[in-house]
């Protein structure tokens, strides 16, 4: 099967630099959205047609083919002189002997199952177009019928007020036999009131030509509504969240407000996970058995172990929280953290490409960076691995069962010997010895006859 996704508008409505099939939707472009749909249909031959933002809808198009997958062709329409016009600039790659299934980059949440019910009432031999029933059809080209069969779609602009009144709408996706495409793209007229090749008018030529015109609809209307505007993106987005949580709740996670949850990529739950009001997930995310996510976090890229408690407010990116974990609240884990089985990462606690070996803890108001922690360490309150400086990065070391005291400071590259306890305020420049104490502070002196400034009177 051939897919050619129309992607060439310049979306003067979403009032932006950015082209229209580029902006974002759960994380993603509307155009890699759709994309993703056709390579899921395995599709051998897959087609973009870009104009508007030529440039930016490239290095998308170019990234999404490093990823892998079936290869991505592009083809430049110049200028943009309708639906029609844009099939025809895919035909050069295009194989003749399958069907081709034309869909749209700004309509992002076609399901698969739809286009797939769409290929197989089309098959080798029919044109194939997904229709939607609509109560207020208005904008949108309607199907008409002759005793029940399709004849023809007519626009908005070019309908009679009967045919206006049809409900039945085209939401422009079809499958076209290609061996037929090329004649019917090349009898194309556009003495129509936009003066554009309108690829509908190829379903008279169709009946015209005895090539049975049938339908599917899709599960739902959503599944075909477009992107014009930053408001209808709006919609869209909430649909999509609303389907997310929908399929999570009936996976067994428990969310305590369904419409008060972002996913933007993939999120991964075991059982009786719980998820807070407010979190944003990005990328892929896991979260194992019996793990619960308190309000307002942000998770990305990230594995939360079974059993952990991830409190409120905390940024986990790039890293991975062991089981029975607790952390936070206003903790931040940054890419590289790897925690073992138990640890405690406190409120405004730091760590930074740091490993963690169980039953450690970092309680409150410390960076712990570029760093080796071992098993049963404690992490006083203002603590600071001092790994950067201002050029090099260095890693400190702290094995297991030491006990780093208050305000210290570690000078990387230093290791802290094993059972050792650092002093608080202690600014270690030299390892620490194990099992032992190690202190560094000035000598406390009281001064004998100082008395406070006083603000003298003006």
Same mark, same amino acid.
């Given at each position: 099967?051939?897919?050619?996704?129309?992607?060439?508008?310049?979306?003067? +409505?979403? #009032?932006?630099?950015? @082209?229209?099939?580029?902006?974002?939707?759960?994380?993603?472009?509307?155009?890699?959205?759709?994309?993703?749909?056709?390579?899921?249909?395995?599709?051998?031959?897959?087609?973009?047609?870009? %104009?508007?933002?030529?440039?930016?809808?490239?290095?998308?198009?170019?990234? $999404?083919? &490093?990823?892998?997958?079936?290869?991505?062709?592009?083809?430049? #329409?110049?200028?943009?002189?309708?639906?029609?016009?844009?099939?025809?600039?895919?035909?050069?790659?295009?194989? @003749?002997?399958?069907?081709?299934?034309?869909?749209?980059?700004?309509?992002?949440?076609?399901?698969?199952?739809?286009? !797939?019910?769409?290929?197989?009432?089309?098959?080798?031999?029919?044109?194939?177009?997904?229709?939607?029933?609509?109560?207020?059809?208005?904008?949108?080209?309607?199907?008409?019928?002759?005793?029940? +069969?399709?004849?023809?779609?007519?626009?908005?602009?070019?309908?009679?007020?009967?045919? !206006?009144?049809?409900?039945?709408?085209?939401?422009?996706?079809?499958?076209?036999?290609? !061996?037929?495409? #090329?004649? $019917?793209?090349?009898?194309?007229?556009?003495?129509?009131?936009?003066?554009?090749?309108?690829?509908?008018?190829?379903?008279?030529?169709?009946?015209?030509?005895?090539?049975?015109?049938?339908?599917?609809?899709?599960?739902? &209307?959503?599944?075909?509504?477009?992107?014009?505007?930053?408001?209808?993106?709006?919609?869209?987005?909430?649909?999509?969240?609303?389907?997310?949580?929908?399929?999570?709740?009936?996976?067994?996670?428990? /969310?305590?407000?369904?419409?008060?949850?972002?996913?933007? =990529?993939?999120?991964?739950?075991?059982?009786?996970?719980?998820?807070?009001?407010?979190?944003?997930?990005? %990328?892929?995310?896991?979260?194992?058995? %019996?793990?619960?996510?308190?309000?307002?976090?942000?998770?990305?890229?990230? +594995?939360?172990?079974?059993?952990?408690?991830?409190?409120?407010?905390?940024?986990?990116?790039?890293?991975?929280?062991?089981?029975?974990?607790?952390?936070?609240?206003?903790?931040?884990?940054?890419?590289?953290?790897?925690?073992?089985?138990?640890?405690?990462?406190?409120?405004?606690?730091?760590?930074?490409?740091?490993?963690? *070996?169980?039953?450690?803890? *970092?309680?409150?108001?410390?960076?712990?960076?570029?760093?080796?922690?071992?098993?049963?360490?404690?992490?006083?309150?203002?603590?600071?691995?001092?790994?950067?400086?201002?050029?090099?990065?260095?890693?400190?070391?702290?094995?297991?069962?030491?006990?780093? %005291?208050?305000?210290?400071?570690?000078?990387?590259?230093?290791?802290?010997?094993?059972?050792?306890?650092? =002093?608080?305020?202690?600014?270690?420049?030299?390892?620490?010895?194990?099992?032992? /104490?190690?202190?560094?502070?000035?000598?406390?002196?009281?001064?004998?006859?100082?008395? +406070?400034?006083?603000?003298?009177?003006?």
């Amino acid at each position: 099967m051939n897919v050619v996704i129309l992607a060439a508008g310049m979306g003067k +409505r979403m #009032q932006s630099a950015l @082209p229209k099939v580029l902006h974002p939707l759960a994380g993603q472009a509307l155009l890699q959205h759709v994309v993703n749909t056709a390579r899921a249909l395995a599709a051998h031959k897959l087609c973009v047609i870009y %104009g508007h933002g030529g440039e930016l809808v490239k290095q998308a198009v170019a990234g $999404w083919n &490093a990823e892998g997958g079936v290869p991505i062709d592009l083809a430049l #329409q110049e200028p943009q002189l309708g639906t029609g016009h844009a099939v025809m600039q895919a035909l050069p790659y295009l194989d @003749p002997a399958v069907p081709t299934l034309v869909l749209y980059g700004d309509v992002p949440l076609t399901s698969a199952a739809s286009l !797939r019910a769409l290929i197989a009432a089309a098959g080798d031999d029919k044109l194939g177009i997904l229709t939607v029933n609509f109560d207020n059809p208005f904008g949108l080209g309607r199907i008409v019928r002759e005793h029940g +069969r399709i004849v023809r779609i007519v626009e908005e602009k070019d309908a009679t007020d009967a045919e !206006r009144a049809i409900t039945e709408i085209n939401s422009g996706i079809m499958v076209i036999p290609t !061996r037929h495409l #090329q004649a $019917w793209l090349g009898a194309l007229k556009n003495n129509n009131q936009q003066q554009e090749y309108y690829l509908t008018d190829i379903v008279a030529q169709a009946v015209a030509a005895g090539v049975p015109v049938v339908s599917a609809h899709p599960g739902a &209307a959503w599944e075909v509504a477009g992107v014009n505007s930053k408001v209808q993106l709006a919609e869209l987005e909430r649909q999509h969240q609303a389907n997310v949580a929908r399929k999570l709740l009936e996976q067994g996670v428990t /969310l305590l407000d369904p419409a008060r949850i972002d996913v933007r =990529g993939e999120l991964v739950c075991g059982c009786d996970v719980t998820i807070d009001v407010g979190c944003v997930f990005e %990328g892929k995310v896991v979260i194992e058995d %019996g793990a619960h996510i308190g309000p307002h976090c942000v998770i990305v890229n990230a +594995r939360i172990g079974a059993g952990a408690q991830i409190k409120a407010l905390c940024h986990i990116e790039d890293a991975v929280v062991g089981p029975a974990g607790q952390i936070g609240p206003y903790a931040r884990l940054r890419p590289g953290t790897v925690l073992a089985e138990d640890v405690h990462i406190g409120n405004f606690v730091e760590l930074k490409n740091a490993q963690v *070996a169980a039953h450690s803890k *970092a309680n409150h108001l410390a960076y712990v960076g570029d760093a080796t922690v071992g098993s049963k360490v404690n992490i006083g309150a203002g603590t600071i691995t001092c790994n950067y400086d201002g050029a090099n990065k260095f890693r400190t070391v702290i094995e297991d069962e030491a006990f780093i %005291g208050s305000d210290s400071q570690l000078v990387a590259p230093v290791t802290v010997g094993k059972g050792a306890t650092l =002093g608080a305020g202690t600014t270690l420049t030299k390892d620490a010895p194990a099992g032992k /104490l190690t202190i560094s502070r000035p000598k406390q002196m009281t001064i004998e006859g100082w008395t +406070r400034p006083v603000k003298q009177k003006k």
